[in-house]
């Protein structure tokens, strides 16, 4: 069984440029969530989508959005690209992602560099 | 909010020892689960083990084990026999259970480097 397929894995932009991520979940999995990871903050959760619709945000300005597809795939978009977004974006998919244990499997991420 | 903290930013362990990497968390739910993730220097986050709170016996995975104390709100995850390919990152992690939209996420603690010696 394939596991979570992010590409590109390595993206170099610049500032100001926007760029788009994406993220092919485990055949079976309608939940998508996105997260971006960096020395400073850690992990930070961005949002997560269920069935096409997003269920949760977190606190990262309007730049950033995402979608999921009827197959489930999911994009992420970064636009106005900023220095501070330079870090690594993972993916996880799970088969709910409500209550219920359902654990999330990641991604090996995307590695975004702004210069 | 919850949080989750992990107060130990490096650990070293001798091969074939036992080490116990600590986390601690906040929250006001009665229901939640807890994770530990490992993240070697491939970046790929995997699934060590996991624990339901309202289960009261410890998790156990092979030679991964943990300690869930939830009165004082601490997980701690021992490993034991360590191996050389036990080191990465390890990541405390924590969901609530109840529907509704703080469920969907995972709140990581900072995380601890743990080094195996040979």
């Known amino acids: 069984k394939a596991g979570v397929t992010q590409t590109p894995r390595y993206l170099i932009k610049t500032r100001g440029q926007q760029v788009t991520l994406s993220c092919s979940p485990i055949?079976?999995?309608?939940?998508v969530s996105w997260y971006q990871q960096t020395p400073g903050q850690g992990l930070q959760f961005l949002f997560e989508?269920?069935?096409?619709?997003?269920?949760n945000k977190g606190n990262f300005p309007g730049r950033f959005s995402g979608r999921q597809f009827s197959n489930s795939r999911s994009e992420m978009n970064v636009s106005t690209l900023e220095l501070g977004d330079s870090a690594l974006y993972l993916c996880?998919?799970?088969?709910f992602g409500a209550g219920g244990g359902t654990e999330a499997f990641f991604g090996q991420g995307t590695r975004l560099t702004v210069v | 909010a919850q949080t989750v903290t992990q107060s130990q930013p490096e650990m070293s362990v001798q091969e074939a020892e036992t080490v116990t990497l600590s986390c601690t968390y906040d929250t006001s739910e009665s229901d939640y689960y807890l994770f530990w993730y490992k993240q070697p220097p491939s970046r790929q986050m995997i699934l060590v083990i996991r624990q339901e709170a309202y289960k009261q016996q410890n998790a156990t995975e092979n030679r991964f084990s943990v300690n869930f104390q939830k009165a004082a709100k601490s997980f701690s995850l021992k490993i034991s026999d360590s191996q050389l390919g036990d080191a990465a990152m390890y990541f405390c992690a924590y969901r609530p259970a109840n529907s509704g939209g703080s469920n969907y996420k995972l709140t990581f603690g900072k995380g601890t480097l743990l080094t195996v010696n040979p």
């Open positions: 055949s079976g999995h309608r939940s």
């Open positions: 989508y269920f069935s096409e619709t997003q269920r």
């Open positions: 996880a998919s799970s088969r």
